[in-house]
C-alpha cells in the first residue's frame, strides 16, 4: 500500500494533487498545530489583470496551539466572499460555465462540518474525484489520536499502525532533514520524494502564475484536460538510505 500524510490543505495548488494521484491511501494530518497564514487556511487564484488575490478561510478564535481539528470555521457566509471574488476573477475563462456551478456546491461547510480538518478534507477529496483521482482518505486522529515526538516520530506512529509498503512525501520535508530514508526502511517502507516541475498552461490574462490553487487551472483548461497537466510536472526520487 502506497500511503501519503498531509495537512489538509484549503484548494491546494498542482503538486499536491500530483501526490493524491500517486498513492492509494491519503491520511489528512488533522491533530497538529493549526499555522495562522499558512496554506491550510488560504490559497490564491489570478484575476484577469494578472494579480493574484488570496482566498482565505474565515475561521473563530482559537489558542494558537490549537489543532487543525480543533479550529473552528465562522459560522457566517464568508464563502459567498469567496465566490464572489472567484466570479469576478474567472468568468471570463474558458470553463466559468462549466466549473463555477461545481464550486458553488462545493464551498459551502456541510452541517456536519465544524472545524476547518473536517471541511478542507472534503474539499481536497471531492476536488480530486473531480479530477479523476482516485484515492481514499482517513484522519490522522481517528488513526493515532495523539501524536508526539518529532515531525517524523509523528508519520511513522501513523504508518506503524497502517503498515504500508511505500510513503510518499513533498520534496522540502526530506531535503530540509525532516524525514530519513533509513528510518522508514526500518519500519518496512521504502521513502519517495517529489520533484514536482511546475507545468505552464494557458492562464488568462498576460504571463503566465504558477503555484496557484488548482481551480485556476480547471477554470483555464477544463476537469477533463486538468489530470494530464497535474500528471506532466510530477517526478518522484527514492533517496538513498
Not at 473563530?60 to 490549537?66: I, K, L, W
Not at 466549473?99 to 481536497?124: H, K, M, Q, W
Not at 518496512?188 to 507545468?199: E, I, V
Not at 492562464?203 to 506532466?232: C, H, K, T, W
Request: proline share 7%.
Amino acid at each position: 500500500m502506497r500511503v501519503a500524510v498531509t495537512q489538509p490543505n484549503f484548494l491546494p495548488w498542482l503538486g499536491y494533487f500530483a501526490l493524491l494521484d500517486q498513492i492509494d491511501l491519503w491520511v489528512s494530518l488533522d491533530n497538529v498545530q493549526h499555522v495562522r497564514r499558512s496554506f491550510i487556511v488560504r490559497n490564491r487564484i489570478k484575476s484577469p489583470d494578472g494579480a493574484v488575490r488570496w482566498l482565505t478561510v474565515r475561521l473563530e478564535h482559537a489558542p494558537q496551539t490549537a489543532k487543525i481539528n480543533q479550529v473552528r470555521l465562522h459560522p457566517s457566509d464568508w464563502w459567498g466572499e469567496h465566490l464572489d471574488l472567484i466570479r469576478e476573477s474567472y468568468q471570463k475563462a474558458p470553463y466559468f460555465p462549466v466549473f463555477f456551478e461545481e464550486l458553488a456546491e462545493l464551498l459551502p461547510p456541510r452541517p456536519d462540518e465544524s472545524t476547518l480538518g473536517e471541511y478542507n478534507r472534503r474539499i481536497v477529496m471531492e476536488l480530486s474525484r473531480y479530477l479523476g483521482i482516485t484515492v481514499e482518505s482517513r484522519e490522522a486522529s481517528e488513526i493515532c489520536p495523539i501524536l508526539e515526538g518529532s515531525p517524523e516520530e509523528k508519520i511513522l506512529t501513523i504508518c506503524d499502525r497502517l503498515k504500508p509498503s511505500e510513503f510518499y512525501n513533498f520534496q522540502t520535508g526530506v531535503e530540509v532533514g525532516l524525514y530519513h530514508p533509513e528510518a522508514f526502511h526500518q519500519h518496512g517502507m521504502k521513502l519517495f520524494k517529489q520533484t514536482y516541475r511546475h507545468p505552464e498552461y494557458q492562464q488568462q490574462g498576460s504571463g503566465f502564475v504558477p503555484y496557484l490553487s488548482v481551480i485556476d487551472l480547471i477554470f483555464n483548461v477544463g476537469p477533463e484536460a486538468a489530470l494530464n497537466v497535474i500528471r506532466s510536472g510530477s517526478e518522484w526520487t527514492r533517496p538513498q538510505e
